[in-house]
């Protein structure tokens, strides 16, 4: 760690993996709840687990977010962050509004938490990722705004890179269309059309520029490789992620009221949508083949390379599956939806937080370089349970979904929903079992910050293989 | 990539096509925005319908169910529920309230909600007008 105020990231990191436990968690009473249709109901019924699910998702990737900025930024500025005591104050305003929130969802109805957060004042409540109390989200723009204000000003005082230029755009852009998230208008069209904005333009815009400049910060320390030739990587990336990625909004307005020349922009556009993704995977690859020094944090590495892989499939392969309008016309809102968006939020954004963090949080833990090899092993079980297992995951919900697509809205005899349900339950199963061996990757994890730490770092072992 | 293709022409390509293609998606934004009151069914939105709209949110109804296909997809599809149930608003409003407070063993079974006769009906007339918005023939068929 070169400078001091780089240990403002450790709390946004311990926090991020907390939450991500939760979230597994009310991941697998859901799971269950779809075979066992009564399990925890009425205490706990499926659409509050499944907002504590989705929403500790979204916060503790955006914990993991500001942490990577707080890291990254001062080594990249070559400065000290602007207010460290900022971002301890928001980190700890952010923590309790997060618990207060869940909370909420779990101790009293969710009618009742609208009725006590003066939902009818300034109704934002119910919308799908975005359920949290409107006095969560006046929260989240408070945080994100001394965020921004800190970063930006360190980023003035100091080295401007592109790497911490694009991240800070696209920090920028998270905050400005979570601004959307207070347009709740009656018409449900115009509703869902903005709504969209939040959602498609965050993990399909720029969040991607995030995601991309955090593999770049990464790439650039594990390899040694010439800054300039990552930086160019990175803006042609981000440049096809937001060409192709905008107008790919319309990919979402094929049937919900919106015109229908949308089936055509949508589907042309967002069909270029896993070039980005692609070119990720490939400039990965290219660098650590190209590296000029072995880093004795290999898992870092790992970790790196698995991102650019796991996001091409998930947003990639998975996204295209689905997204020309006469496909989706037929597995639009069907568990194929809930496959492409598990293994996309893993692949792509998961996997970048947990990269950062196995990149840094040696040395935020008083290691120069990296863990030990007993450490780095566990963490490599890990990576490879959880890995593997939303492979599983998604490949059992695509199950689910051709057949629940064909028995419900393809074949002569179209079934009812529930009936069909029925029908599919053994993939469900399945699932939940793939989500139990996910746990236990997370549970890996966890373990990993623990065994060896007594023993010394790793080293880098001699090789020839170094170009 | 070859010295031909400089860092230069590339932050050039992210900002140029960046910037065209947003103004692009505004465009085609408004023109959206000019061509939904045919197809919107707006004007049907009566406060009661708002009302209803509320009490969808407040209940957090989409956390089970998809509305258009969009939602969680652990219960059926409403956008044609109206449909489905006969073009009976007391259908709708009936199913609702006659929800088992202890659920049903072993099967998913929707919450009992215990609403007000005037927070049901407008509910149901929310899902009335939904079901009349123009979808380019989504869902393929009754059962959504
Ligand atoms: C990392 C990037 C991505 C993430 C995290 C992501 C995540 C998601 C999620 C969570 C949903 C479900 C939204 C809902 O609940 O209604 C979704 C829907 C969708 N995504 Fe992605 N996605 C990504 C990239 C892509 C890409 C690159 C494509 C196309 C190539 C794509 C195509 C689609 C389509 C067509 C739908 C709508 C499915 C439907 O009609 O039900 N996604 N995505
Ligand atoms: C490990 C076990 C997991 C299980 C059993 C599980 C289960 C579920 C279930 C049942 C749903 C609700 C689907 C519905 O609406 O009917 C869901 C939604 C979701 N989960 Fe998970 N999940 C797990 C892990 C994860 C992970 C690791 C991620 C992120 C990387 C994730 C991200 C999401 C997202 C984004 C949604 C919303 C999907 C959509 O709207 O299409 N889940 N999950
Ligand atoms: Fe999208």
């Known amino acids: ?467 | 990539m070859a010295q031909v293709f400089t860092k230069s022409m590339a932050r050039n390509i992210f900002y140029g096509g960046s910037a065209f293609f947003l103004l692009l998606f505004l465009v085609l934004t408004f023109d959206t925005t000019k061509a939904l009151p045919d197809r919107d069914n707006r004007g049907a939105i009566t406060p009661e319908v708002a009302r209803g709209k509320l009490v969808w949110e407040q209940n957090d109804c989409v956390g089970c169910h998809t509305l258009l296909g969009e939602g969680a997809y652990f219960a059926p599809e409403l956008g044609n529920v109206y449909q489905r149930f006969g073009n009976s608003k007391d259908a709708i409003m009936g199913f609702i309230k006659s929800r088992p407070k202890e659920g049903i063993p072993g099967r998913r079974s929707m919450p009992q909600f215990n609403f007000s006769d005037e927070e049901l009906s407008a509910i149901a007339e929310f899902l009335i007008y939904s079901s009349k918005i123009n979808t380019a023939g989504w869902p393929p068929n009754i059962q959504g």
């Open chain 1, 1 to 467: 760690m070169q400078y001091k105020s780089q240990a403002v990231a450790k709390p946004y990191f311990i926090a991020a993996i907390i939450l991500f436990v939760a979230q597994i968690l009310f991941g697998l009473i859901m799971g269950l709840q779809y075979v066992v249709g009564d399990f925890l109901f009425p205490e706990i019924p499926f659409n509050v687990a499944r907002m504590v699910h989705t929403n500790t998702l979204i916060v503790w990737l955006l914990f993991g977010f500001m942490g990577a900025t707080y890291y990254l930024v001062p080594e990249e500025a070559e400065t000290e962050l602007f207010a460290p005591w900022l971002a301890h104050l928001m980190f700890w305003i952010f923590l309790v509004a997060t618990g207060a929130t869940v909370a909420g969802y779990l101790l009293v109805p969710y009618a009742t938490l609208a009725e006590l957060t003066g939902n009818e004042l300034f109704p934002t409540m119910g919308r799908e990722f975005l359920e949290q109390p409107t006095i969560t989200k006046i929260g989240i723009v408070i945080v994100a705004l001394a965020f921004l204000f800190n970063v930006g000003m360190t980023v003035l005082k100091g080295r401007k890179t592109v790497v911490s230029l694009v991240l800070l755009i696209g920090l920028l852009g998270l905050a400005l269309f979570f601004l959307f998230a207070f347009y709740v208008p009656d018409n449900l069209v115009l509703d869902k059309f903005f709504w969209w904005w939040v959602v498609h333009l965050w993990v399909e815009g720029v969040w991607e520029l995030i995601l991309g400049a955090i593999l770049a910060f990464v790439l650039i320390k594990v390899t040694g490789v010439d800054r300039e030739v990552i930086e160019k990587w990175l803006y042609v990336i981000i440049a096809m992620a937001l060409i192709t990625g905008l107008i790919g909004t319309g990919h979402h307005f094929f049937w919900i009221g919106t015109p229908e020349y949308w089936q055509w922009w949508g589907s042309i556009f967002s069909a270029m949508e896993p070039i980005p993704f692609f070119m990720m995977t490939v400039f990965a690859f290219n660098m650590v083949n190209r590296r000029r020094r072995n880093h004795p944090n290999r898992v870092a590495t790992l970790w790196a390379l698995g991102t650019a892989v796991m996001a091409f499939l998930g947003a990639g392969v998975w996204g295209f599956l689905h997204t020309l309008s006469p496909v989706n016309y037929y597995t639009h809102g069907s568990q194929i939806t809930a496959a492409h968006g598990h293994m996309a939020f893993y692949g792509a954004y998961v996997m970048i937080v947990l990269t950062i963090i196995s990149y840094a949080m040696p040395m935020l833990r008083g290691r120069t370089s990296a863990n030990s090899n007993k450490s780095q092993v566990m963490e490599m079980w890990s990576f490879w349970l959880m890995t593997v297992s939303m492979v599983f995951i998604t490949l059992f919900l695509t199950g689910a979904g051709i057949l629940q697509v064909y028995l419900q809205r393809v074949s002569d005899n179209p079934q009812p929903f529930l009936a069909v349900q029925d029908q599919i339950s053994l993939f469900y199963w399945l699932r939940e079992a793939a989500g139990v061996v996910f746990l236990v990757g997370l549970v890996c994890y966890i373990a990993s910050f623990f065994v060896g730490s007594r023993e010394p770092e790793a080293v880098i072992e001699p090789s020839g293989s170094a170009a």
